[in-house]
């Protein structure tokens, strides 16, 4: 009722309508929180940093590495554009955000779904100590992953061009050596997502950040070399290298640190 009222009285001020909204919201969580405050129980930081210690530090030990590893990931995503932009202005940063954001989602949004219902199966399967099993859904996500990137790439081949031009009005000269690239990097990226599942399963997430941290200098030095002269073919194919990198160090680390062995007998001595 709140939120209503002022959004009423100010539909022309629209971060008046922000503010009412998250004032709402908070006003609700506030009742929600007072009406039961009895059955609530505040922990205070004493208490967490005494009974709750060892939970803390098995959140933050596998958290903050995962964390960081988000924070360099992302890069990929935009460090190139900074670039494009400085040598061809803006005009042809946007269209190279555009066609990029757009090609890049349809392999996330193809692949979230298995990435989503999968991670907790493999974790699960884990857990009960169902080692095999737990490698078996890996390996078959990866197998359906690579099957997605097969026909999206044909599909892309065929229509994309089309497609581009009628959805957005943007024509593009080399098509493919632009958006093949991209969209094969970005599945190759969702793929690397099981890849490296062994690393986090075993609390090893440091070798994902060193391996992102390579690829992403790779990336960076291949942009730089190559933009000025290739412009958005350079971009991709840049991309699309730093890409295997990361999944090529990350099945190295995993094989020369054994960390693909199934038995956990075997896994316990690493």
């Known amino acids: 009722v709140f939120s209503a009222l002022l959004i009423t009285f100010s539909i022309k001020n629209y971060w008046l309508g922000f503010v009412a909204m998250f004032a709402a919201l908070l006003i609700v969580v506030s009742f929600q929180i007072w009406i039961n405050r009895d059955t609530i129980k505040i922990l205070s930081v004493k208490i967490l940093l005494t009974t709750h210690s060892s939970e803390i530090q098995k959140l933050l030990s596998y958290g903050l590495p995962i964390a960081i590893w988000l924070f360099?990931?992302?890069?990929?995503n935009f460090a190139d554009r900074f670039i494009i932009q400085h040598?061809?202005?803006y005009a042809d940063a946007g269209?190279?955000?555009?066609?990029?954001?757009?090609?890049?989602?349809?392999?996330?949004?193809?692949?979230?779904?298995?990435?989503?219902?999968?991670?907790?199966?493999?974790?699960?399967e884990w857990n009960a100590g169902n080692v095999l099993k737990s490698w078996s859904v890996i390996k078959i996500s990866?197998?359906?992953e690579i099957g997605m990137m097969l026909f999206s790439m044909i599909f892309i081949y065929l229509i994309g061009a089309w497609a581009l031009e009628n959805l957005t009005n943007?024509?593009?000269?080399?098509?493919?050596?632009?958006?093949?690239?991209?969209?094969?990097?970005?599945?190759?990226?969702?793929?690397?997502?099981?890849?490296h599942k062994p690393l986090e399963l075993f609390f090893k997430q440091w070798y994902m950040i060193v391996a992102v941290v390579f690829s992403l200098l790779i990336n960076v030095c291949f942009n730089l070399f190559f933009i000025p002269k290739y412009k958005f073919e350079a971009a991709a194919i840049s991309t699309l290298i730093g890409t295997l990198v990361y999944v090529f160090i990350i099945i190295a680390i995993i094989y020369f640190k054994k960390y693909h062995k199934l038995s956990l007998v075997e896994n316990k001595k690493l």
Not at 105 to 111: E, G, P, Q
Request: a positive charge; charged letters at 5%; hydrophobic letters at 60%.
């Open 72 to 76: 360099l990931s992302s890069a990929f």
């Open 87 to 89: 040598y061809y202005g």
């Open 95 to 124: 269209v190279y955000s555009t066609v990029y954001d757009l090609f890049f989602k349809v392999a996330t949004f193809a692949c979230m779904p298995i990435l989503l219902a999968n991670h907790s199966r493999i974790v699960n």
């Open 142 to 144: 990866i197998l359906l």
């Open 170 to 195: 943007i024509k593009l000269e080399n098509f493919s050596y632009f958006v093949l690239p991209i969209l094969a990097a970005s599945f190759i990226w969702q793929i690397g997502m099981f890849i």
